[in-house]
């Protein structure tokens, strides 16, 4: 048999651009930008900056460590949603490229991916309906 | 430059910036809502005036963007290692010339510099003419959209300015938010 997966229906909220200061991880970061606005739920509409290092996971679980200063941020998407706990979680995905502009891409790992001169990110509110 | 692959979660390093760390790290202003605009880019115009004119004409001065794929008759970009005069943390390069190339995606914001003028920060990955893929910094006044332009989805916030700021902690200017009110204080 198979699976037509789930579908969450809602519209969007607000719109909130954040600058992320240097050494502040970028997925912790929006996860605090979320609380610091009161998103429960959010995707990443756009963001740019750059990176001390990059860590992006791997297919196998393994750590990429792209290493800066700096590494750029040409891509992220990702979405932030609330865990059972009461917590929030971004998970991220992106591109990067280093100092010589070659490109890596995955998951970035939260807590290993400092800022390192600013990041701009641009979060737009998911509020899902009742269920 | 040097990419690893570990068994173990790296431990980020602690950057020392030329200035003190500021005590605001994540600065954030929100807008009720959005509008948001599908512009096609005009051929033979650079990437910034390409994509600051129409949207100055509609009244926007703060807008995020996804740049969707497209050609480039040239194409400029930056990387951000060391600066040399260990002044700064990181500084951009020289501009690579990536010749005739292709955008495969990008994202941009347009704000304000400190004279009051538009002004596009653009990363991208894109493939130069060698046939390499490669990313970085977008030289937006250096870009030419080729024939056949180009595409941009963006998402205007109302309400809010994005300010090129000097950052007294890395000593690199900076888009900051402000709300829009503030201007009037």
């Not at chain 1, 998103?39 to 990429?64: K, N, P």
């Not at chain 2, 994202?107 to 400190?114: L, S």
């Not at chain 2, 030419?144 to 989805?153: K, Q, Y």
Request: charged letters at 15%; hydrophobic letters at 40%.
């Amino acid at each position: 048999m198979s699976s037509l997966g789930s579908v969450e229906s809602g519209r969007m909220g607000r719109v909130a651009y954040a600058r992320i200061a240097p050494n502040e991880d970028l997925v912790l970061g929006v996860e605090k930008l979320c609380l610091a606005q009161g998103f429960r739920h959010a995707f990443v509409r756009g963001g740019l900056g750059s990176l001390v290092d990059a860590c992006l996971m791997t297919a196998d679980d393994r750590f990429l460590q792209v290493s800066g200063p700096a590494v750029e941020v040409v891509s992220v998407a990702g979405e932030v949603r609330p865990t059972a706990d009461g917590c929030l979680r971004a998970a991220l995905t992106g591109v990067v490229s280093d100092t010589d502009g070659r490109v890596h891409g995955g998951p970035f790992v939260p807590g290993s991916n400092p800022v390192c001169i600013t990041f701009e990110v641009t979060l737009e509110e998911w509020l899902p309906d009742a269920a | 430059m040097t990419t690893l692959i570990v068994p173990r979660m790296p431990r980020p390093r602690c950057l020392v910036h030329p200035g003190l760390a500021g005590v605001v790290r994540i600065r954030s202003c929100v807008a009720a809502a959005s509008r948001h605009f599908r512009l096609h880019l005009e051929p033979g115009r650079n990437l910034q005036d390409a994509i600051v004119q129409p949207l100055s004409e509609l009244g926007v001065t703060c807008a995020c963007m996804t740049v969707l794929g497209g050609a480039f008759s040239s194409m400029s970009f930056c990387v951000a290692p060391p600066d040399p005069t260990g002044e700064r943390a990181a500084a951009y390069s020289s501009p690579i010339d990536a010749g005739r190339a292709l955008l495969i995606f990008g994202n941009a914001t347009m704000g304000t510099d400190t004279h009051g003028r538009l002004m596009l920060h653009c990363h991208g990955v894109l493939r130069n003419q060698a046939g390499q893929t490669r990313g970085g910094h977008i030289v937006a006044h250096g870009s030419i959209v080729a024939s056949g332009g180009v595409t941009v989805l963006a998402t205007v916030l109302d309400g809010v300015e994005l300010r090129i700021t000097p950052d007294d902690e890395t000593r690199m200017p900076v888009f900051l938010p402000f709300l829009s009110e503030s201007l009037h204080v």
